[in-house]
Structures are given as structure tokens and as C-alpha cells.
Nanobody, 123 residues
Framework: QEQLVESGGGLVQAGGSLRLSCAAS????????MGWFRQAPGKEREFVAG????????SYADSVQGRFTVTRDNAKNTVYLQMNSPKPEDTAVYYC????????????????WGQGTQVTVSS
């Protein structure tokens, strides 16, 4: 059973930086893509970024393009989301997810999900 655990969330000042991590355990032999999603109060979960197994395909939501960077370290079974210049509207619970089909797209078709980590951006 694949398990994903997010960490690194917390309170950050607008214009600062924060790095989220997601550690995966279980099916480490699988070539899966990883995605980051977020959900703010009163809003639906939305796609933030995705990265395929070897990192050859990376995608971002328009709202975070140029500010957030997704990377992964397969030797550590970990994917990261570097958040630079966060804005108050970035405040949300951030989730990582694994796509066993190695798509890593924004279609929400992922197989496993973490429990989320809270990110709060103050002005």
C-alpha cells in the first residue's frame, strides 16, 4: 500500500519562502508521477503542480507559475514543492498525490493521496 506523508507546512510571510516535502513509501518500484494539490476554505481542491517519474514532464497551475517549483529525488522517494514569494491567496491545505500511470496531470486522476499539510501566508 502506497503511503504519502507531507511535511514542511506552516506560517510564512508573504514574499518569503517555504518548501514542502512529500515522502512516499510502499510501491517504490513503480514509475509513478507525483502531483501537488491544494484546497482553501470554501473552495474545491485544485491542481498546483505535477512531475512525472523522471521529471521529463512538469506542469504548473497558472496561479503559481514562476513562483513555485516542483522537484523530486527518487533515491529518497520524495517530491518537493518550493514556494517562493507566496501570497495570502496561496493559503490552503496542500496535498501530494501519486499517479501510478505516470501522467502527473491536473485531471485529479491519482491513485494515492497524502493527508495534507497546512500552509498559511500572512501579509
Amino acid at each position: 500500500q502506497e503511503q504519502l506523508v507531507e511535511s514542511g507546512g506552516g506560517l510564512v510571510q508573504a514574499g518569503g519562502s517555504l518548501r514542502l516535502s512529500c515522502a512516499a513509501s510502499g510501491r517504490t518500484y513503480s514509475r509513478y508521477a507525483m502531483g501537488w494539490f491544494r484546497q482553501a476554505p470554501g473552495k474545491e481542491r485544485e491542481f498546483v503542480a505535477g512531475i512525472t517519474w523522471r521529471g521529463l514532464s512538469i506542469s504548473y497551475a497558472d496561479s503559481v507559475q514562476g513562483r513555485f517549483t516542483v522537484t523530486r529525488d527518487n533515491a529518497k522517494n520524495t517530491v518537493y514543492l518550493q514556494m517562493n514569494s507566496p501570497k495570502p491567496e496561496d493559503t490552503a491545505v496542500y496535498y501530494c498525490a501519486a499517479d501510478l500511470a505516470n501522467r502527473g496531470g491536473p485531471d485529479n486522476a491519482y491513485n494515492y493521496w497524502g493527508q495534507g499539510t497546512q500552509v498559511t501566508v500572512s501579509s
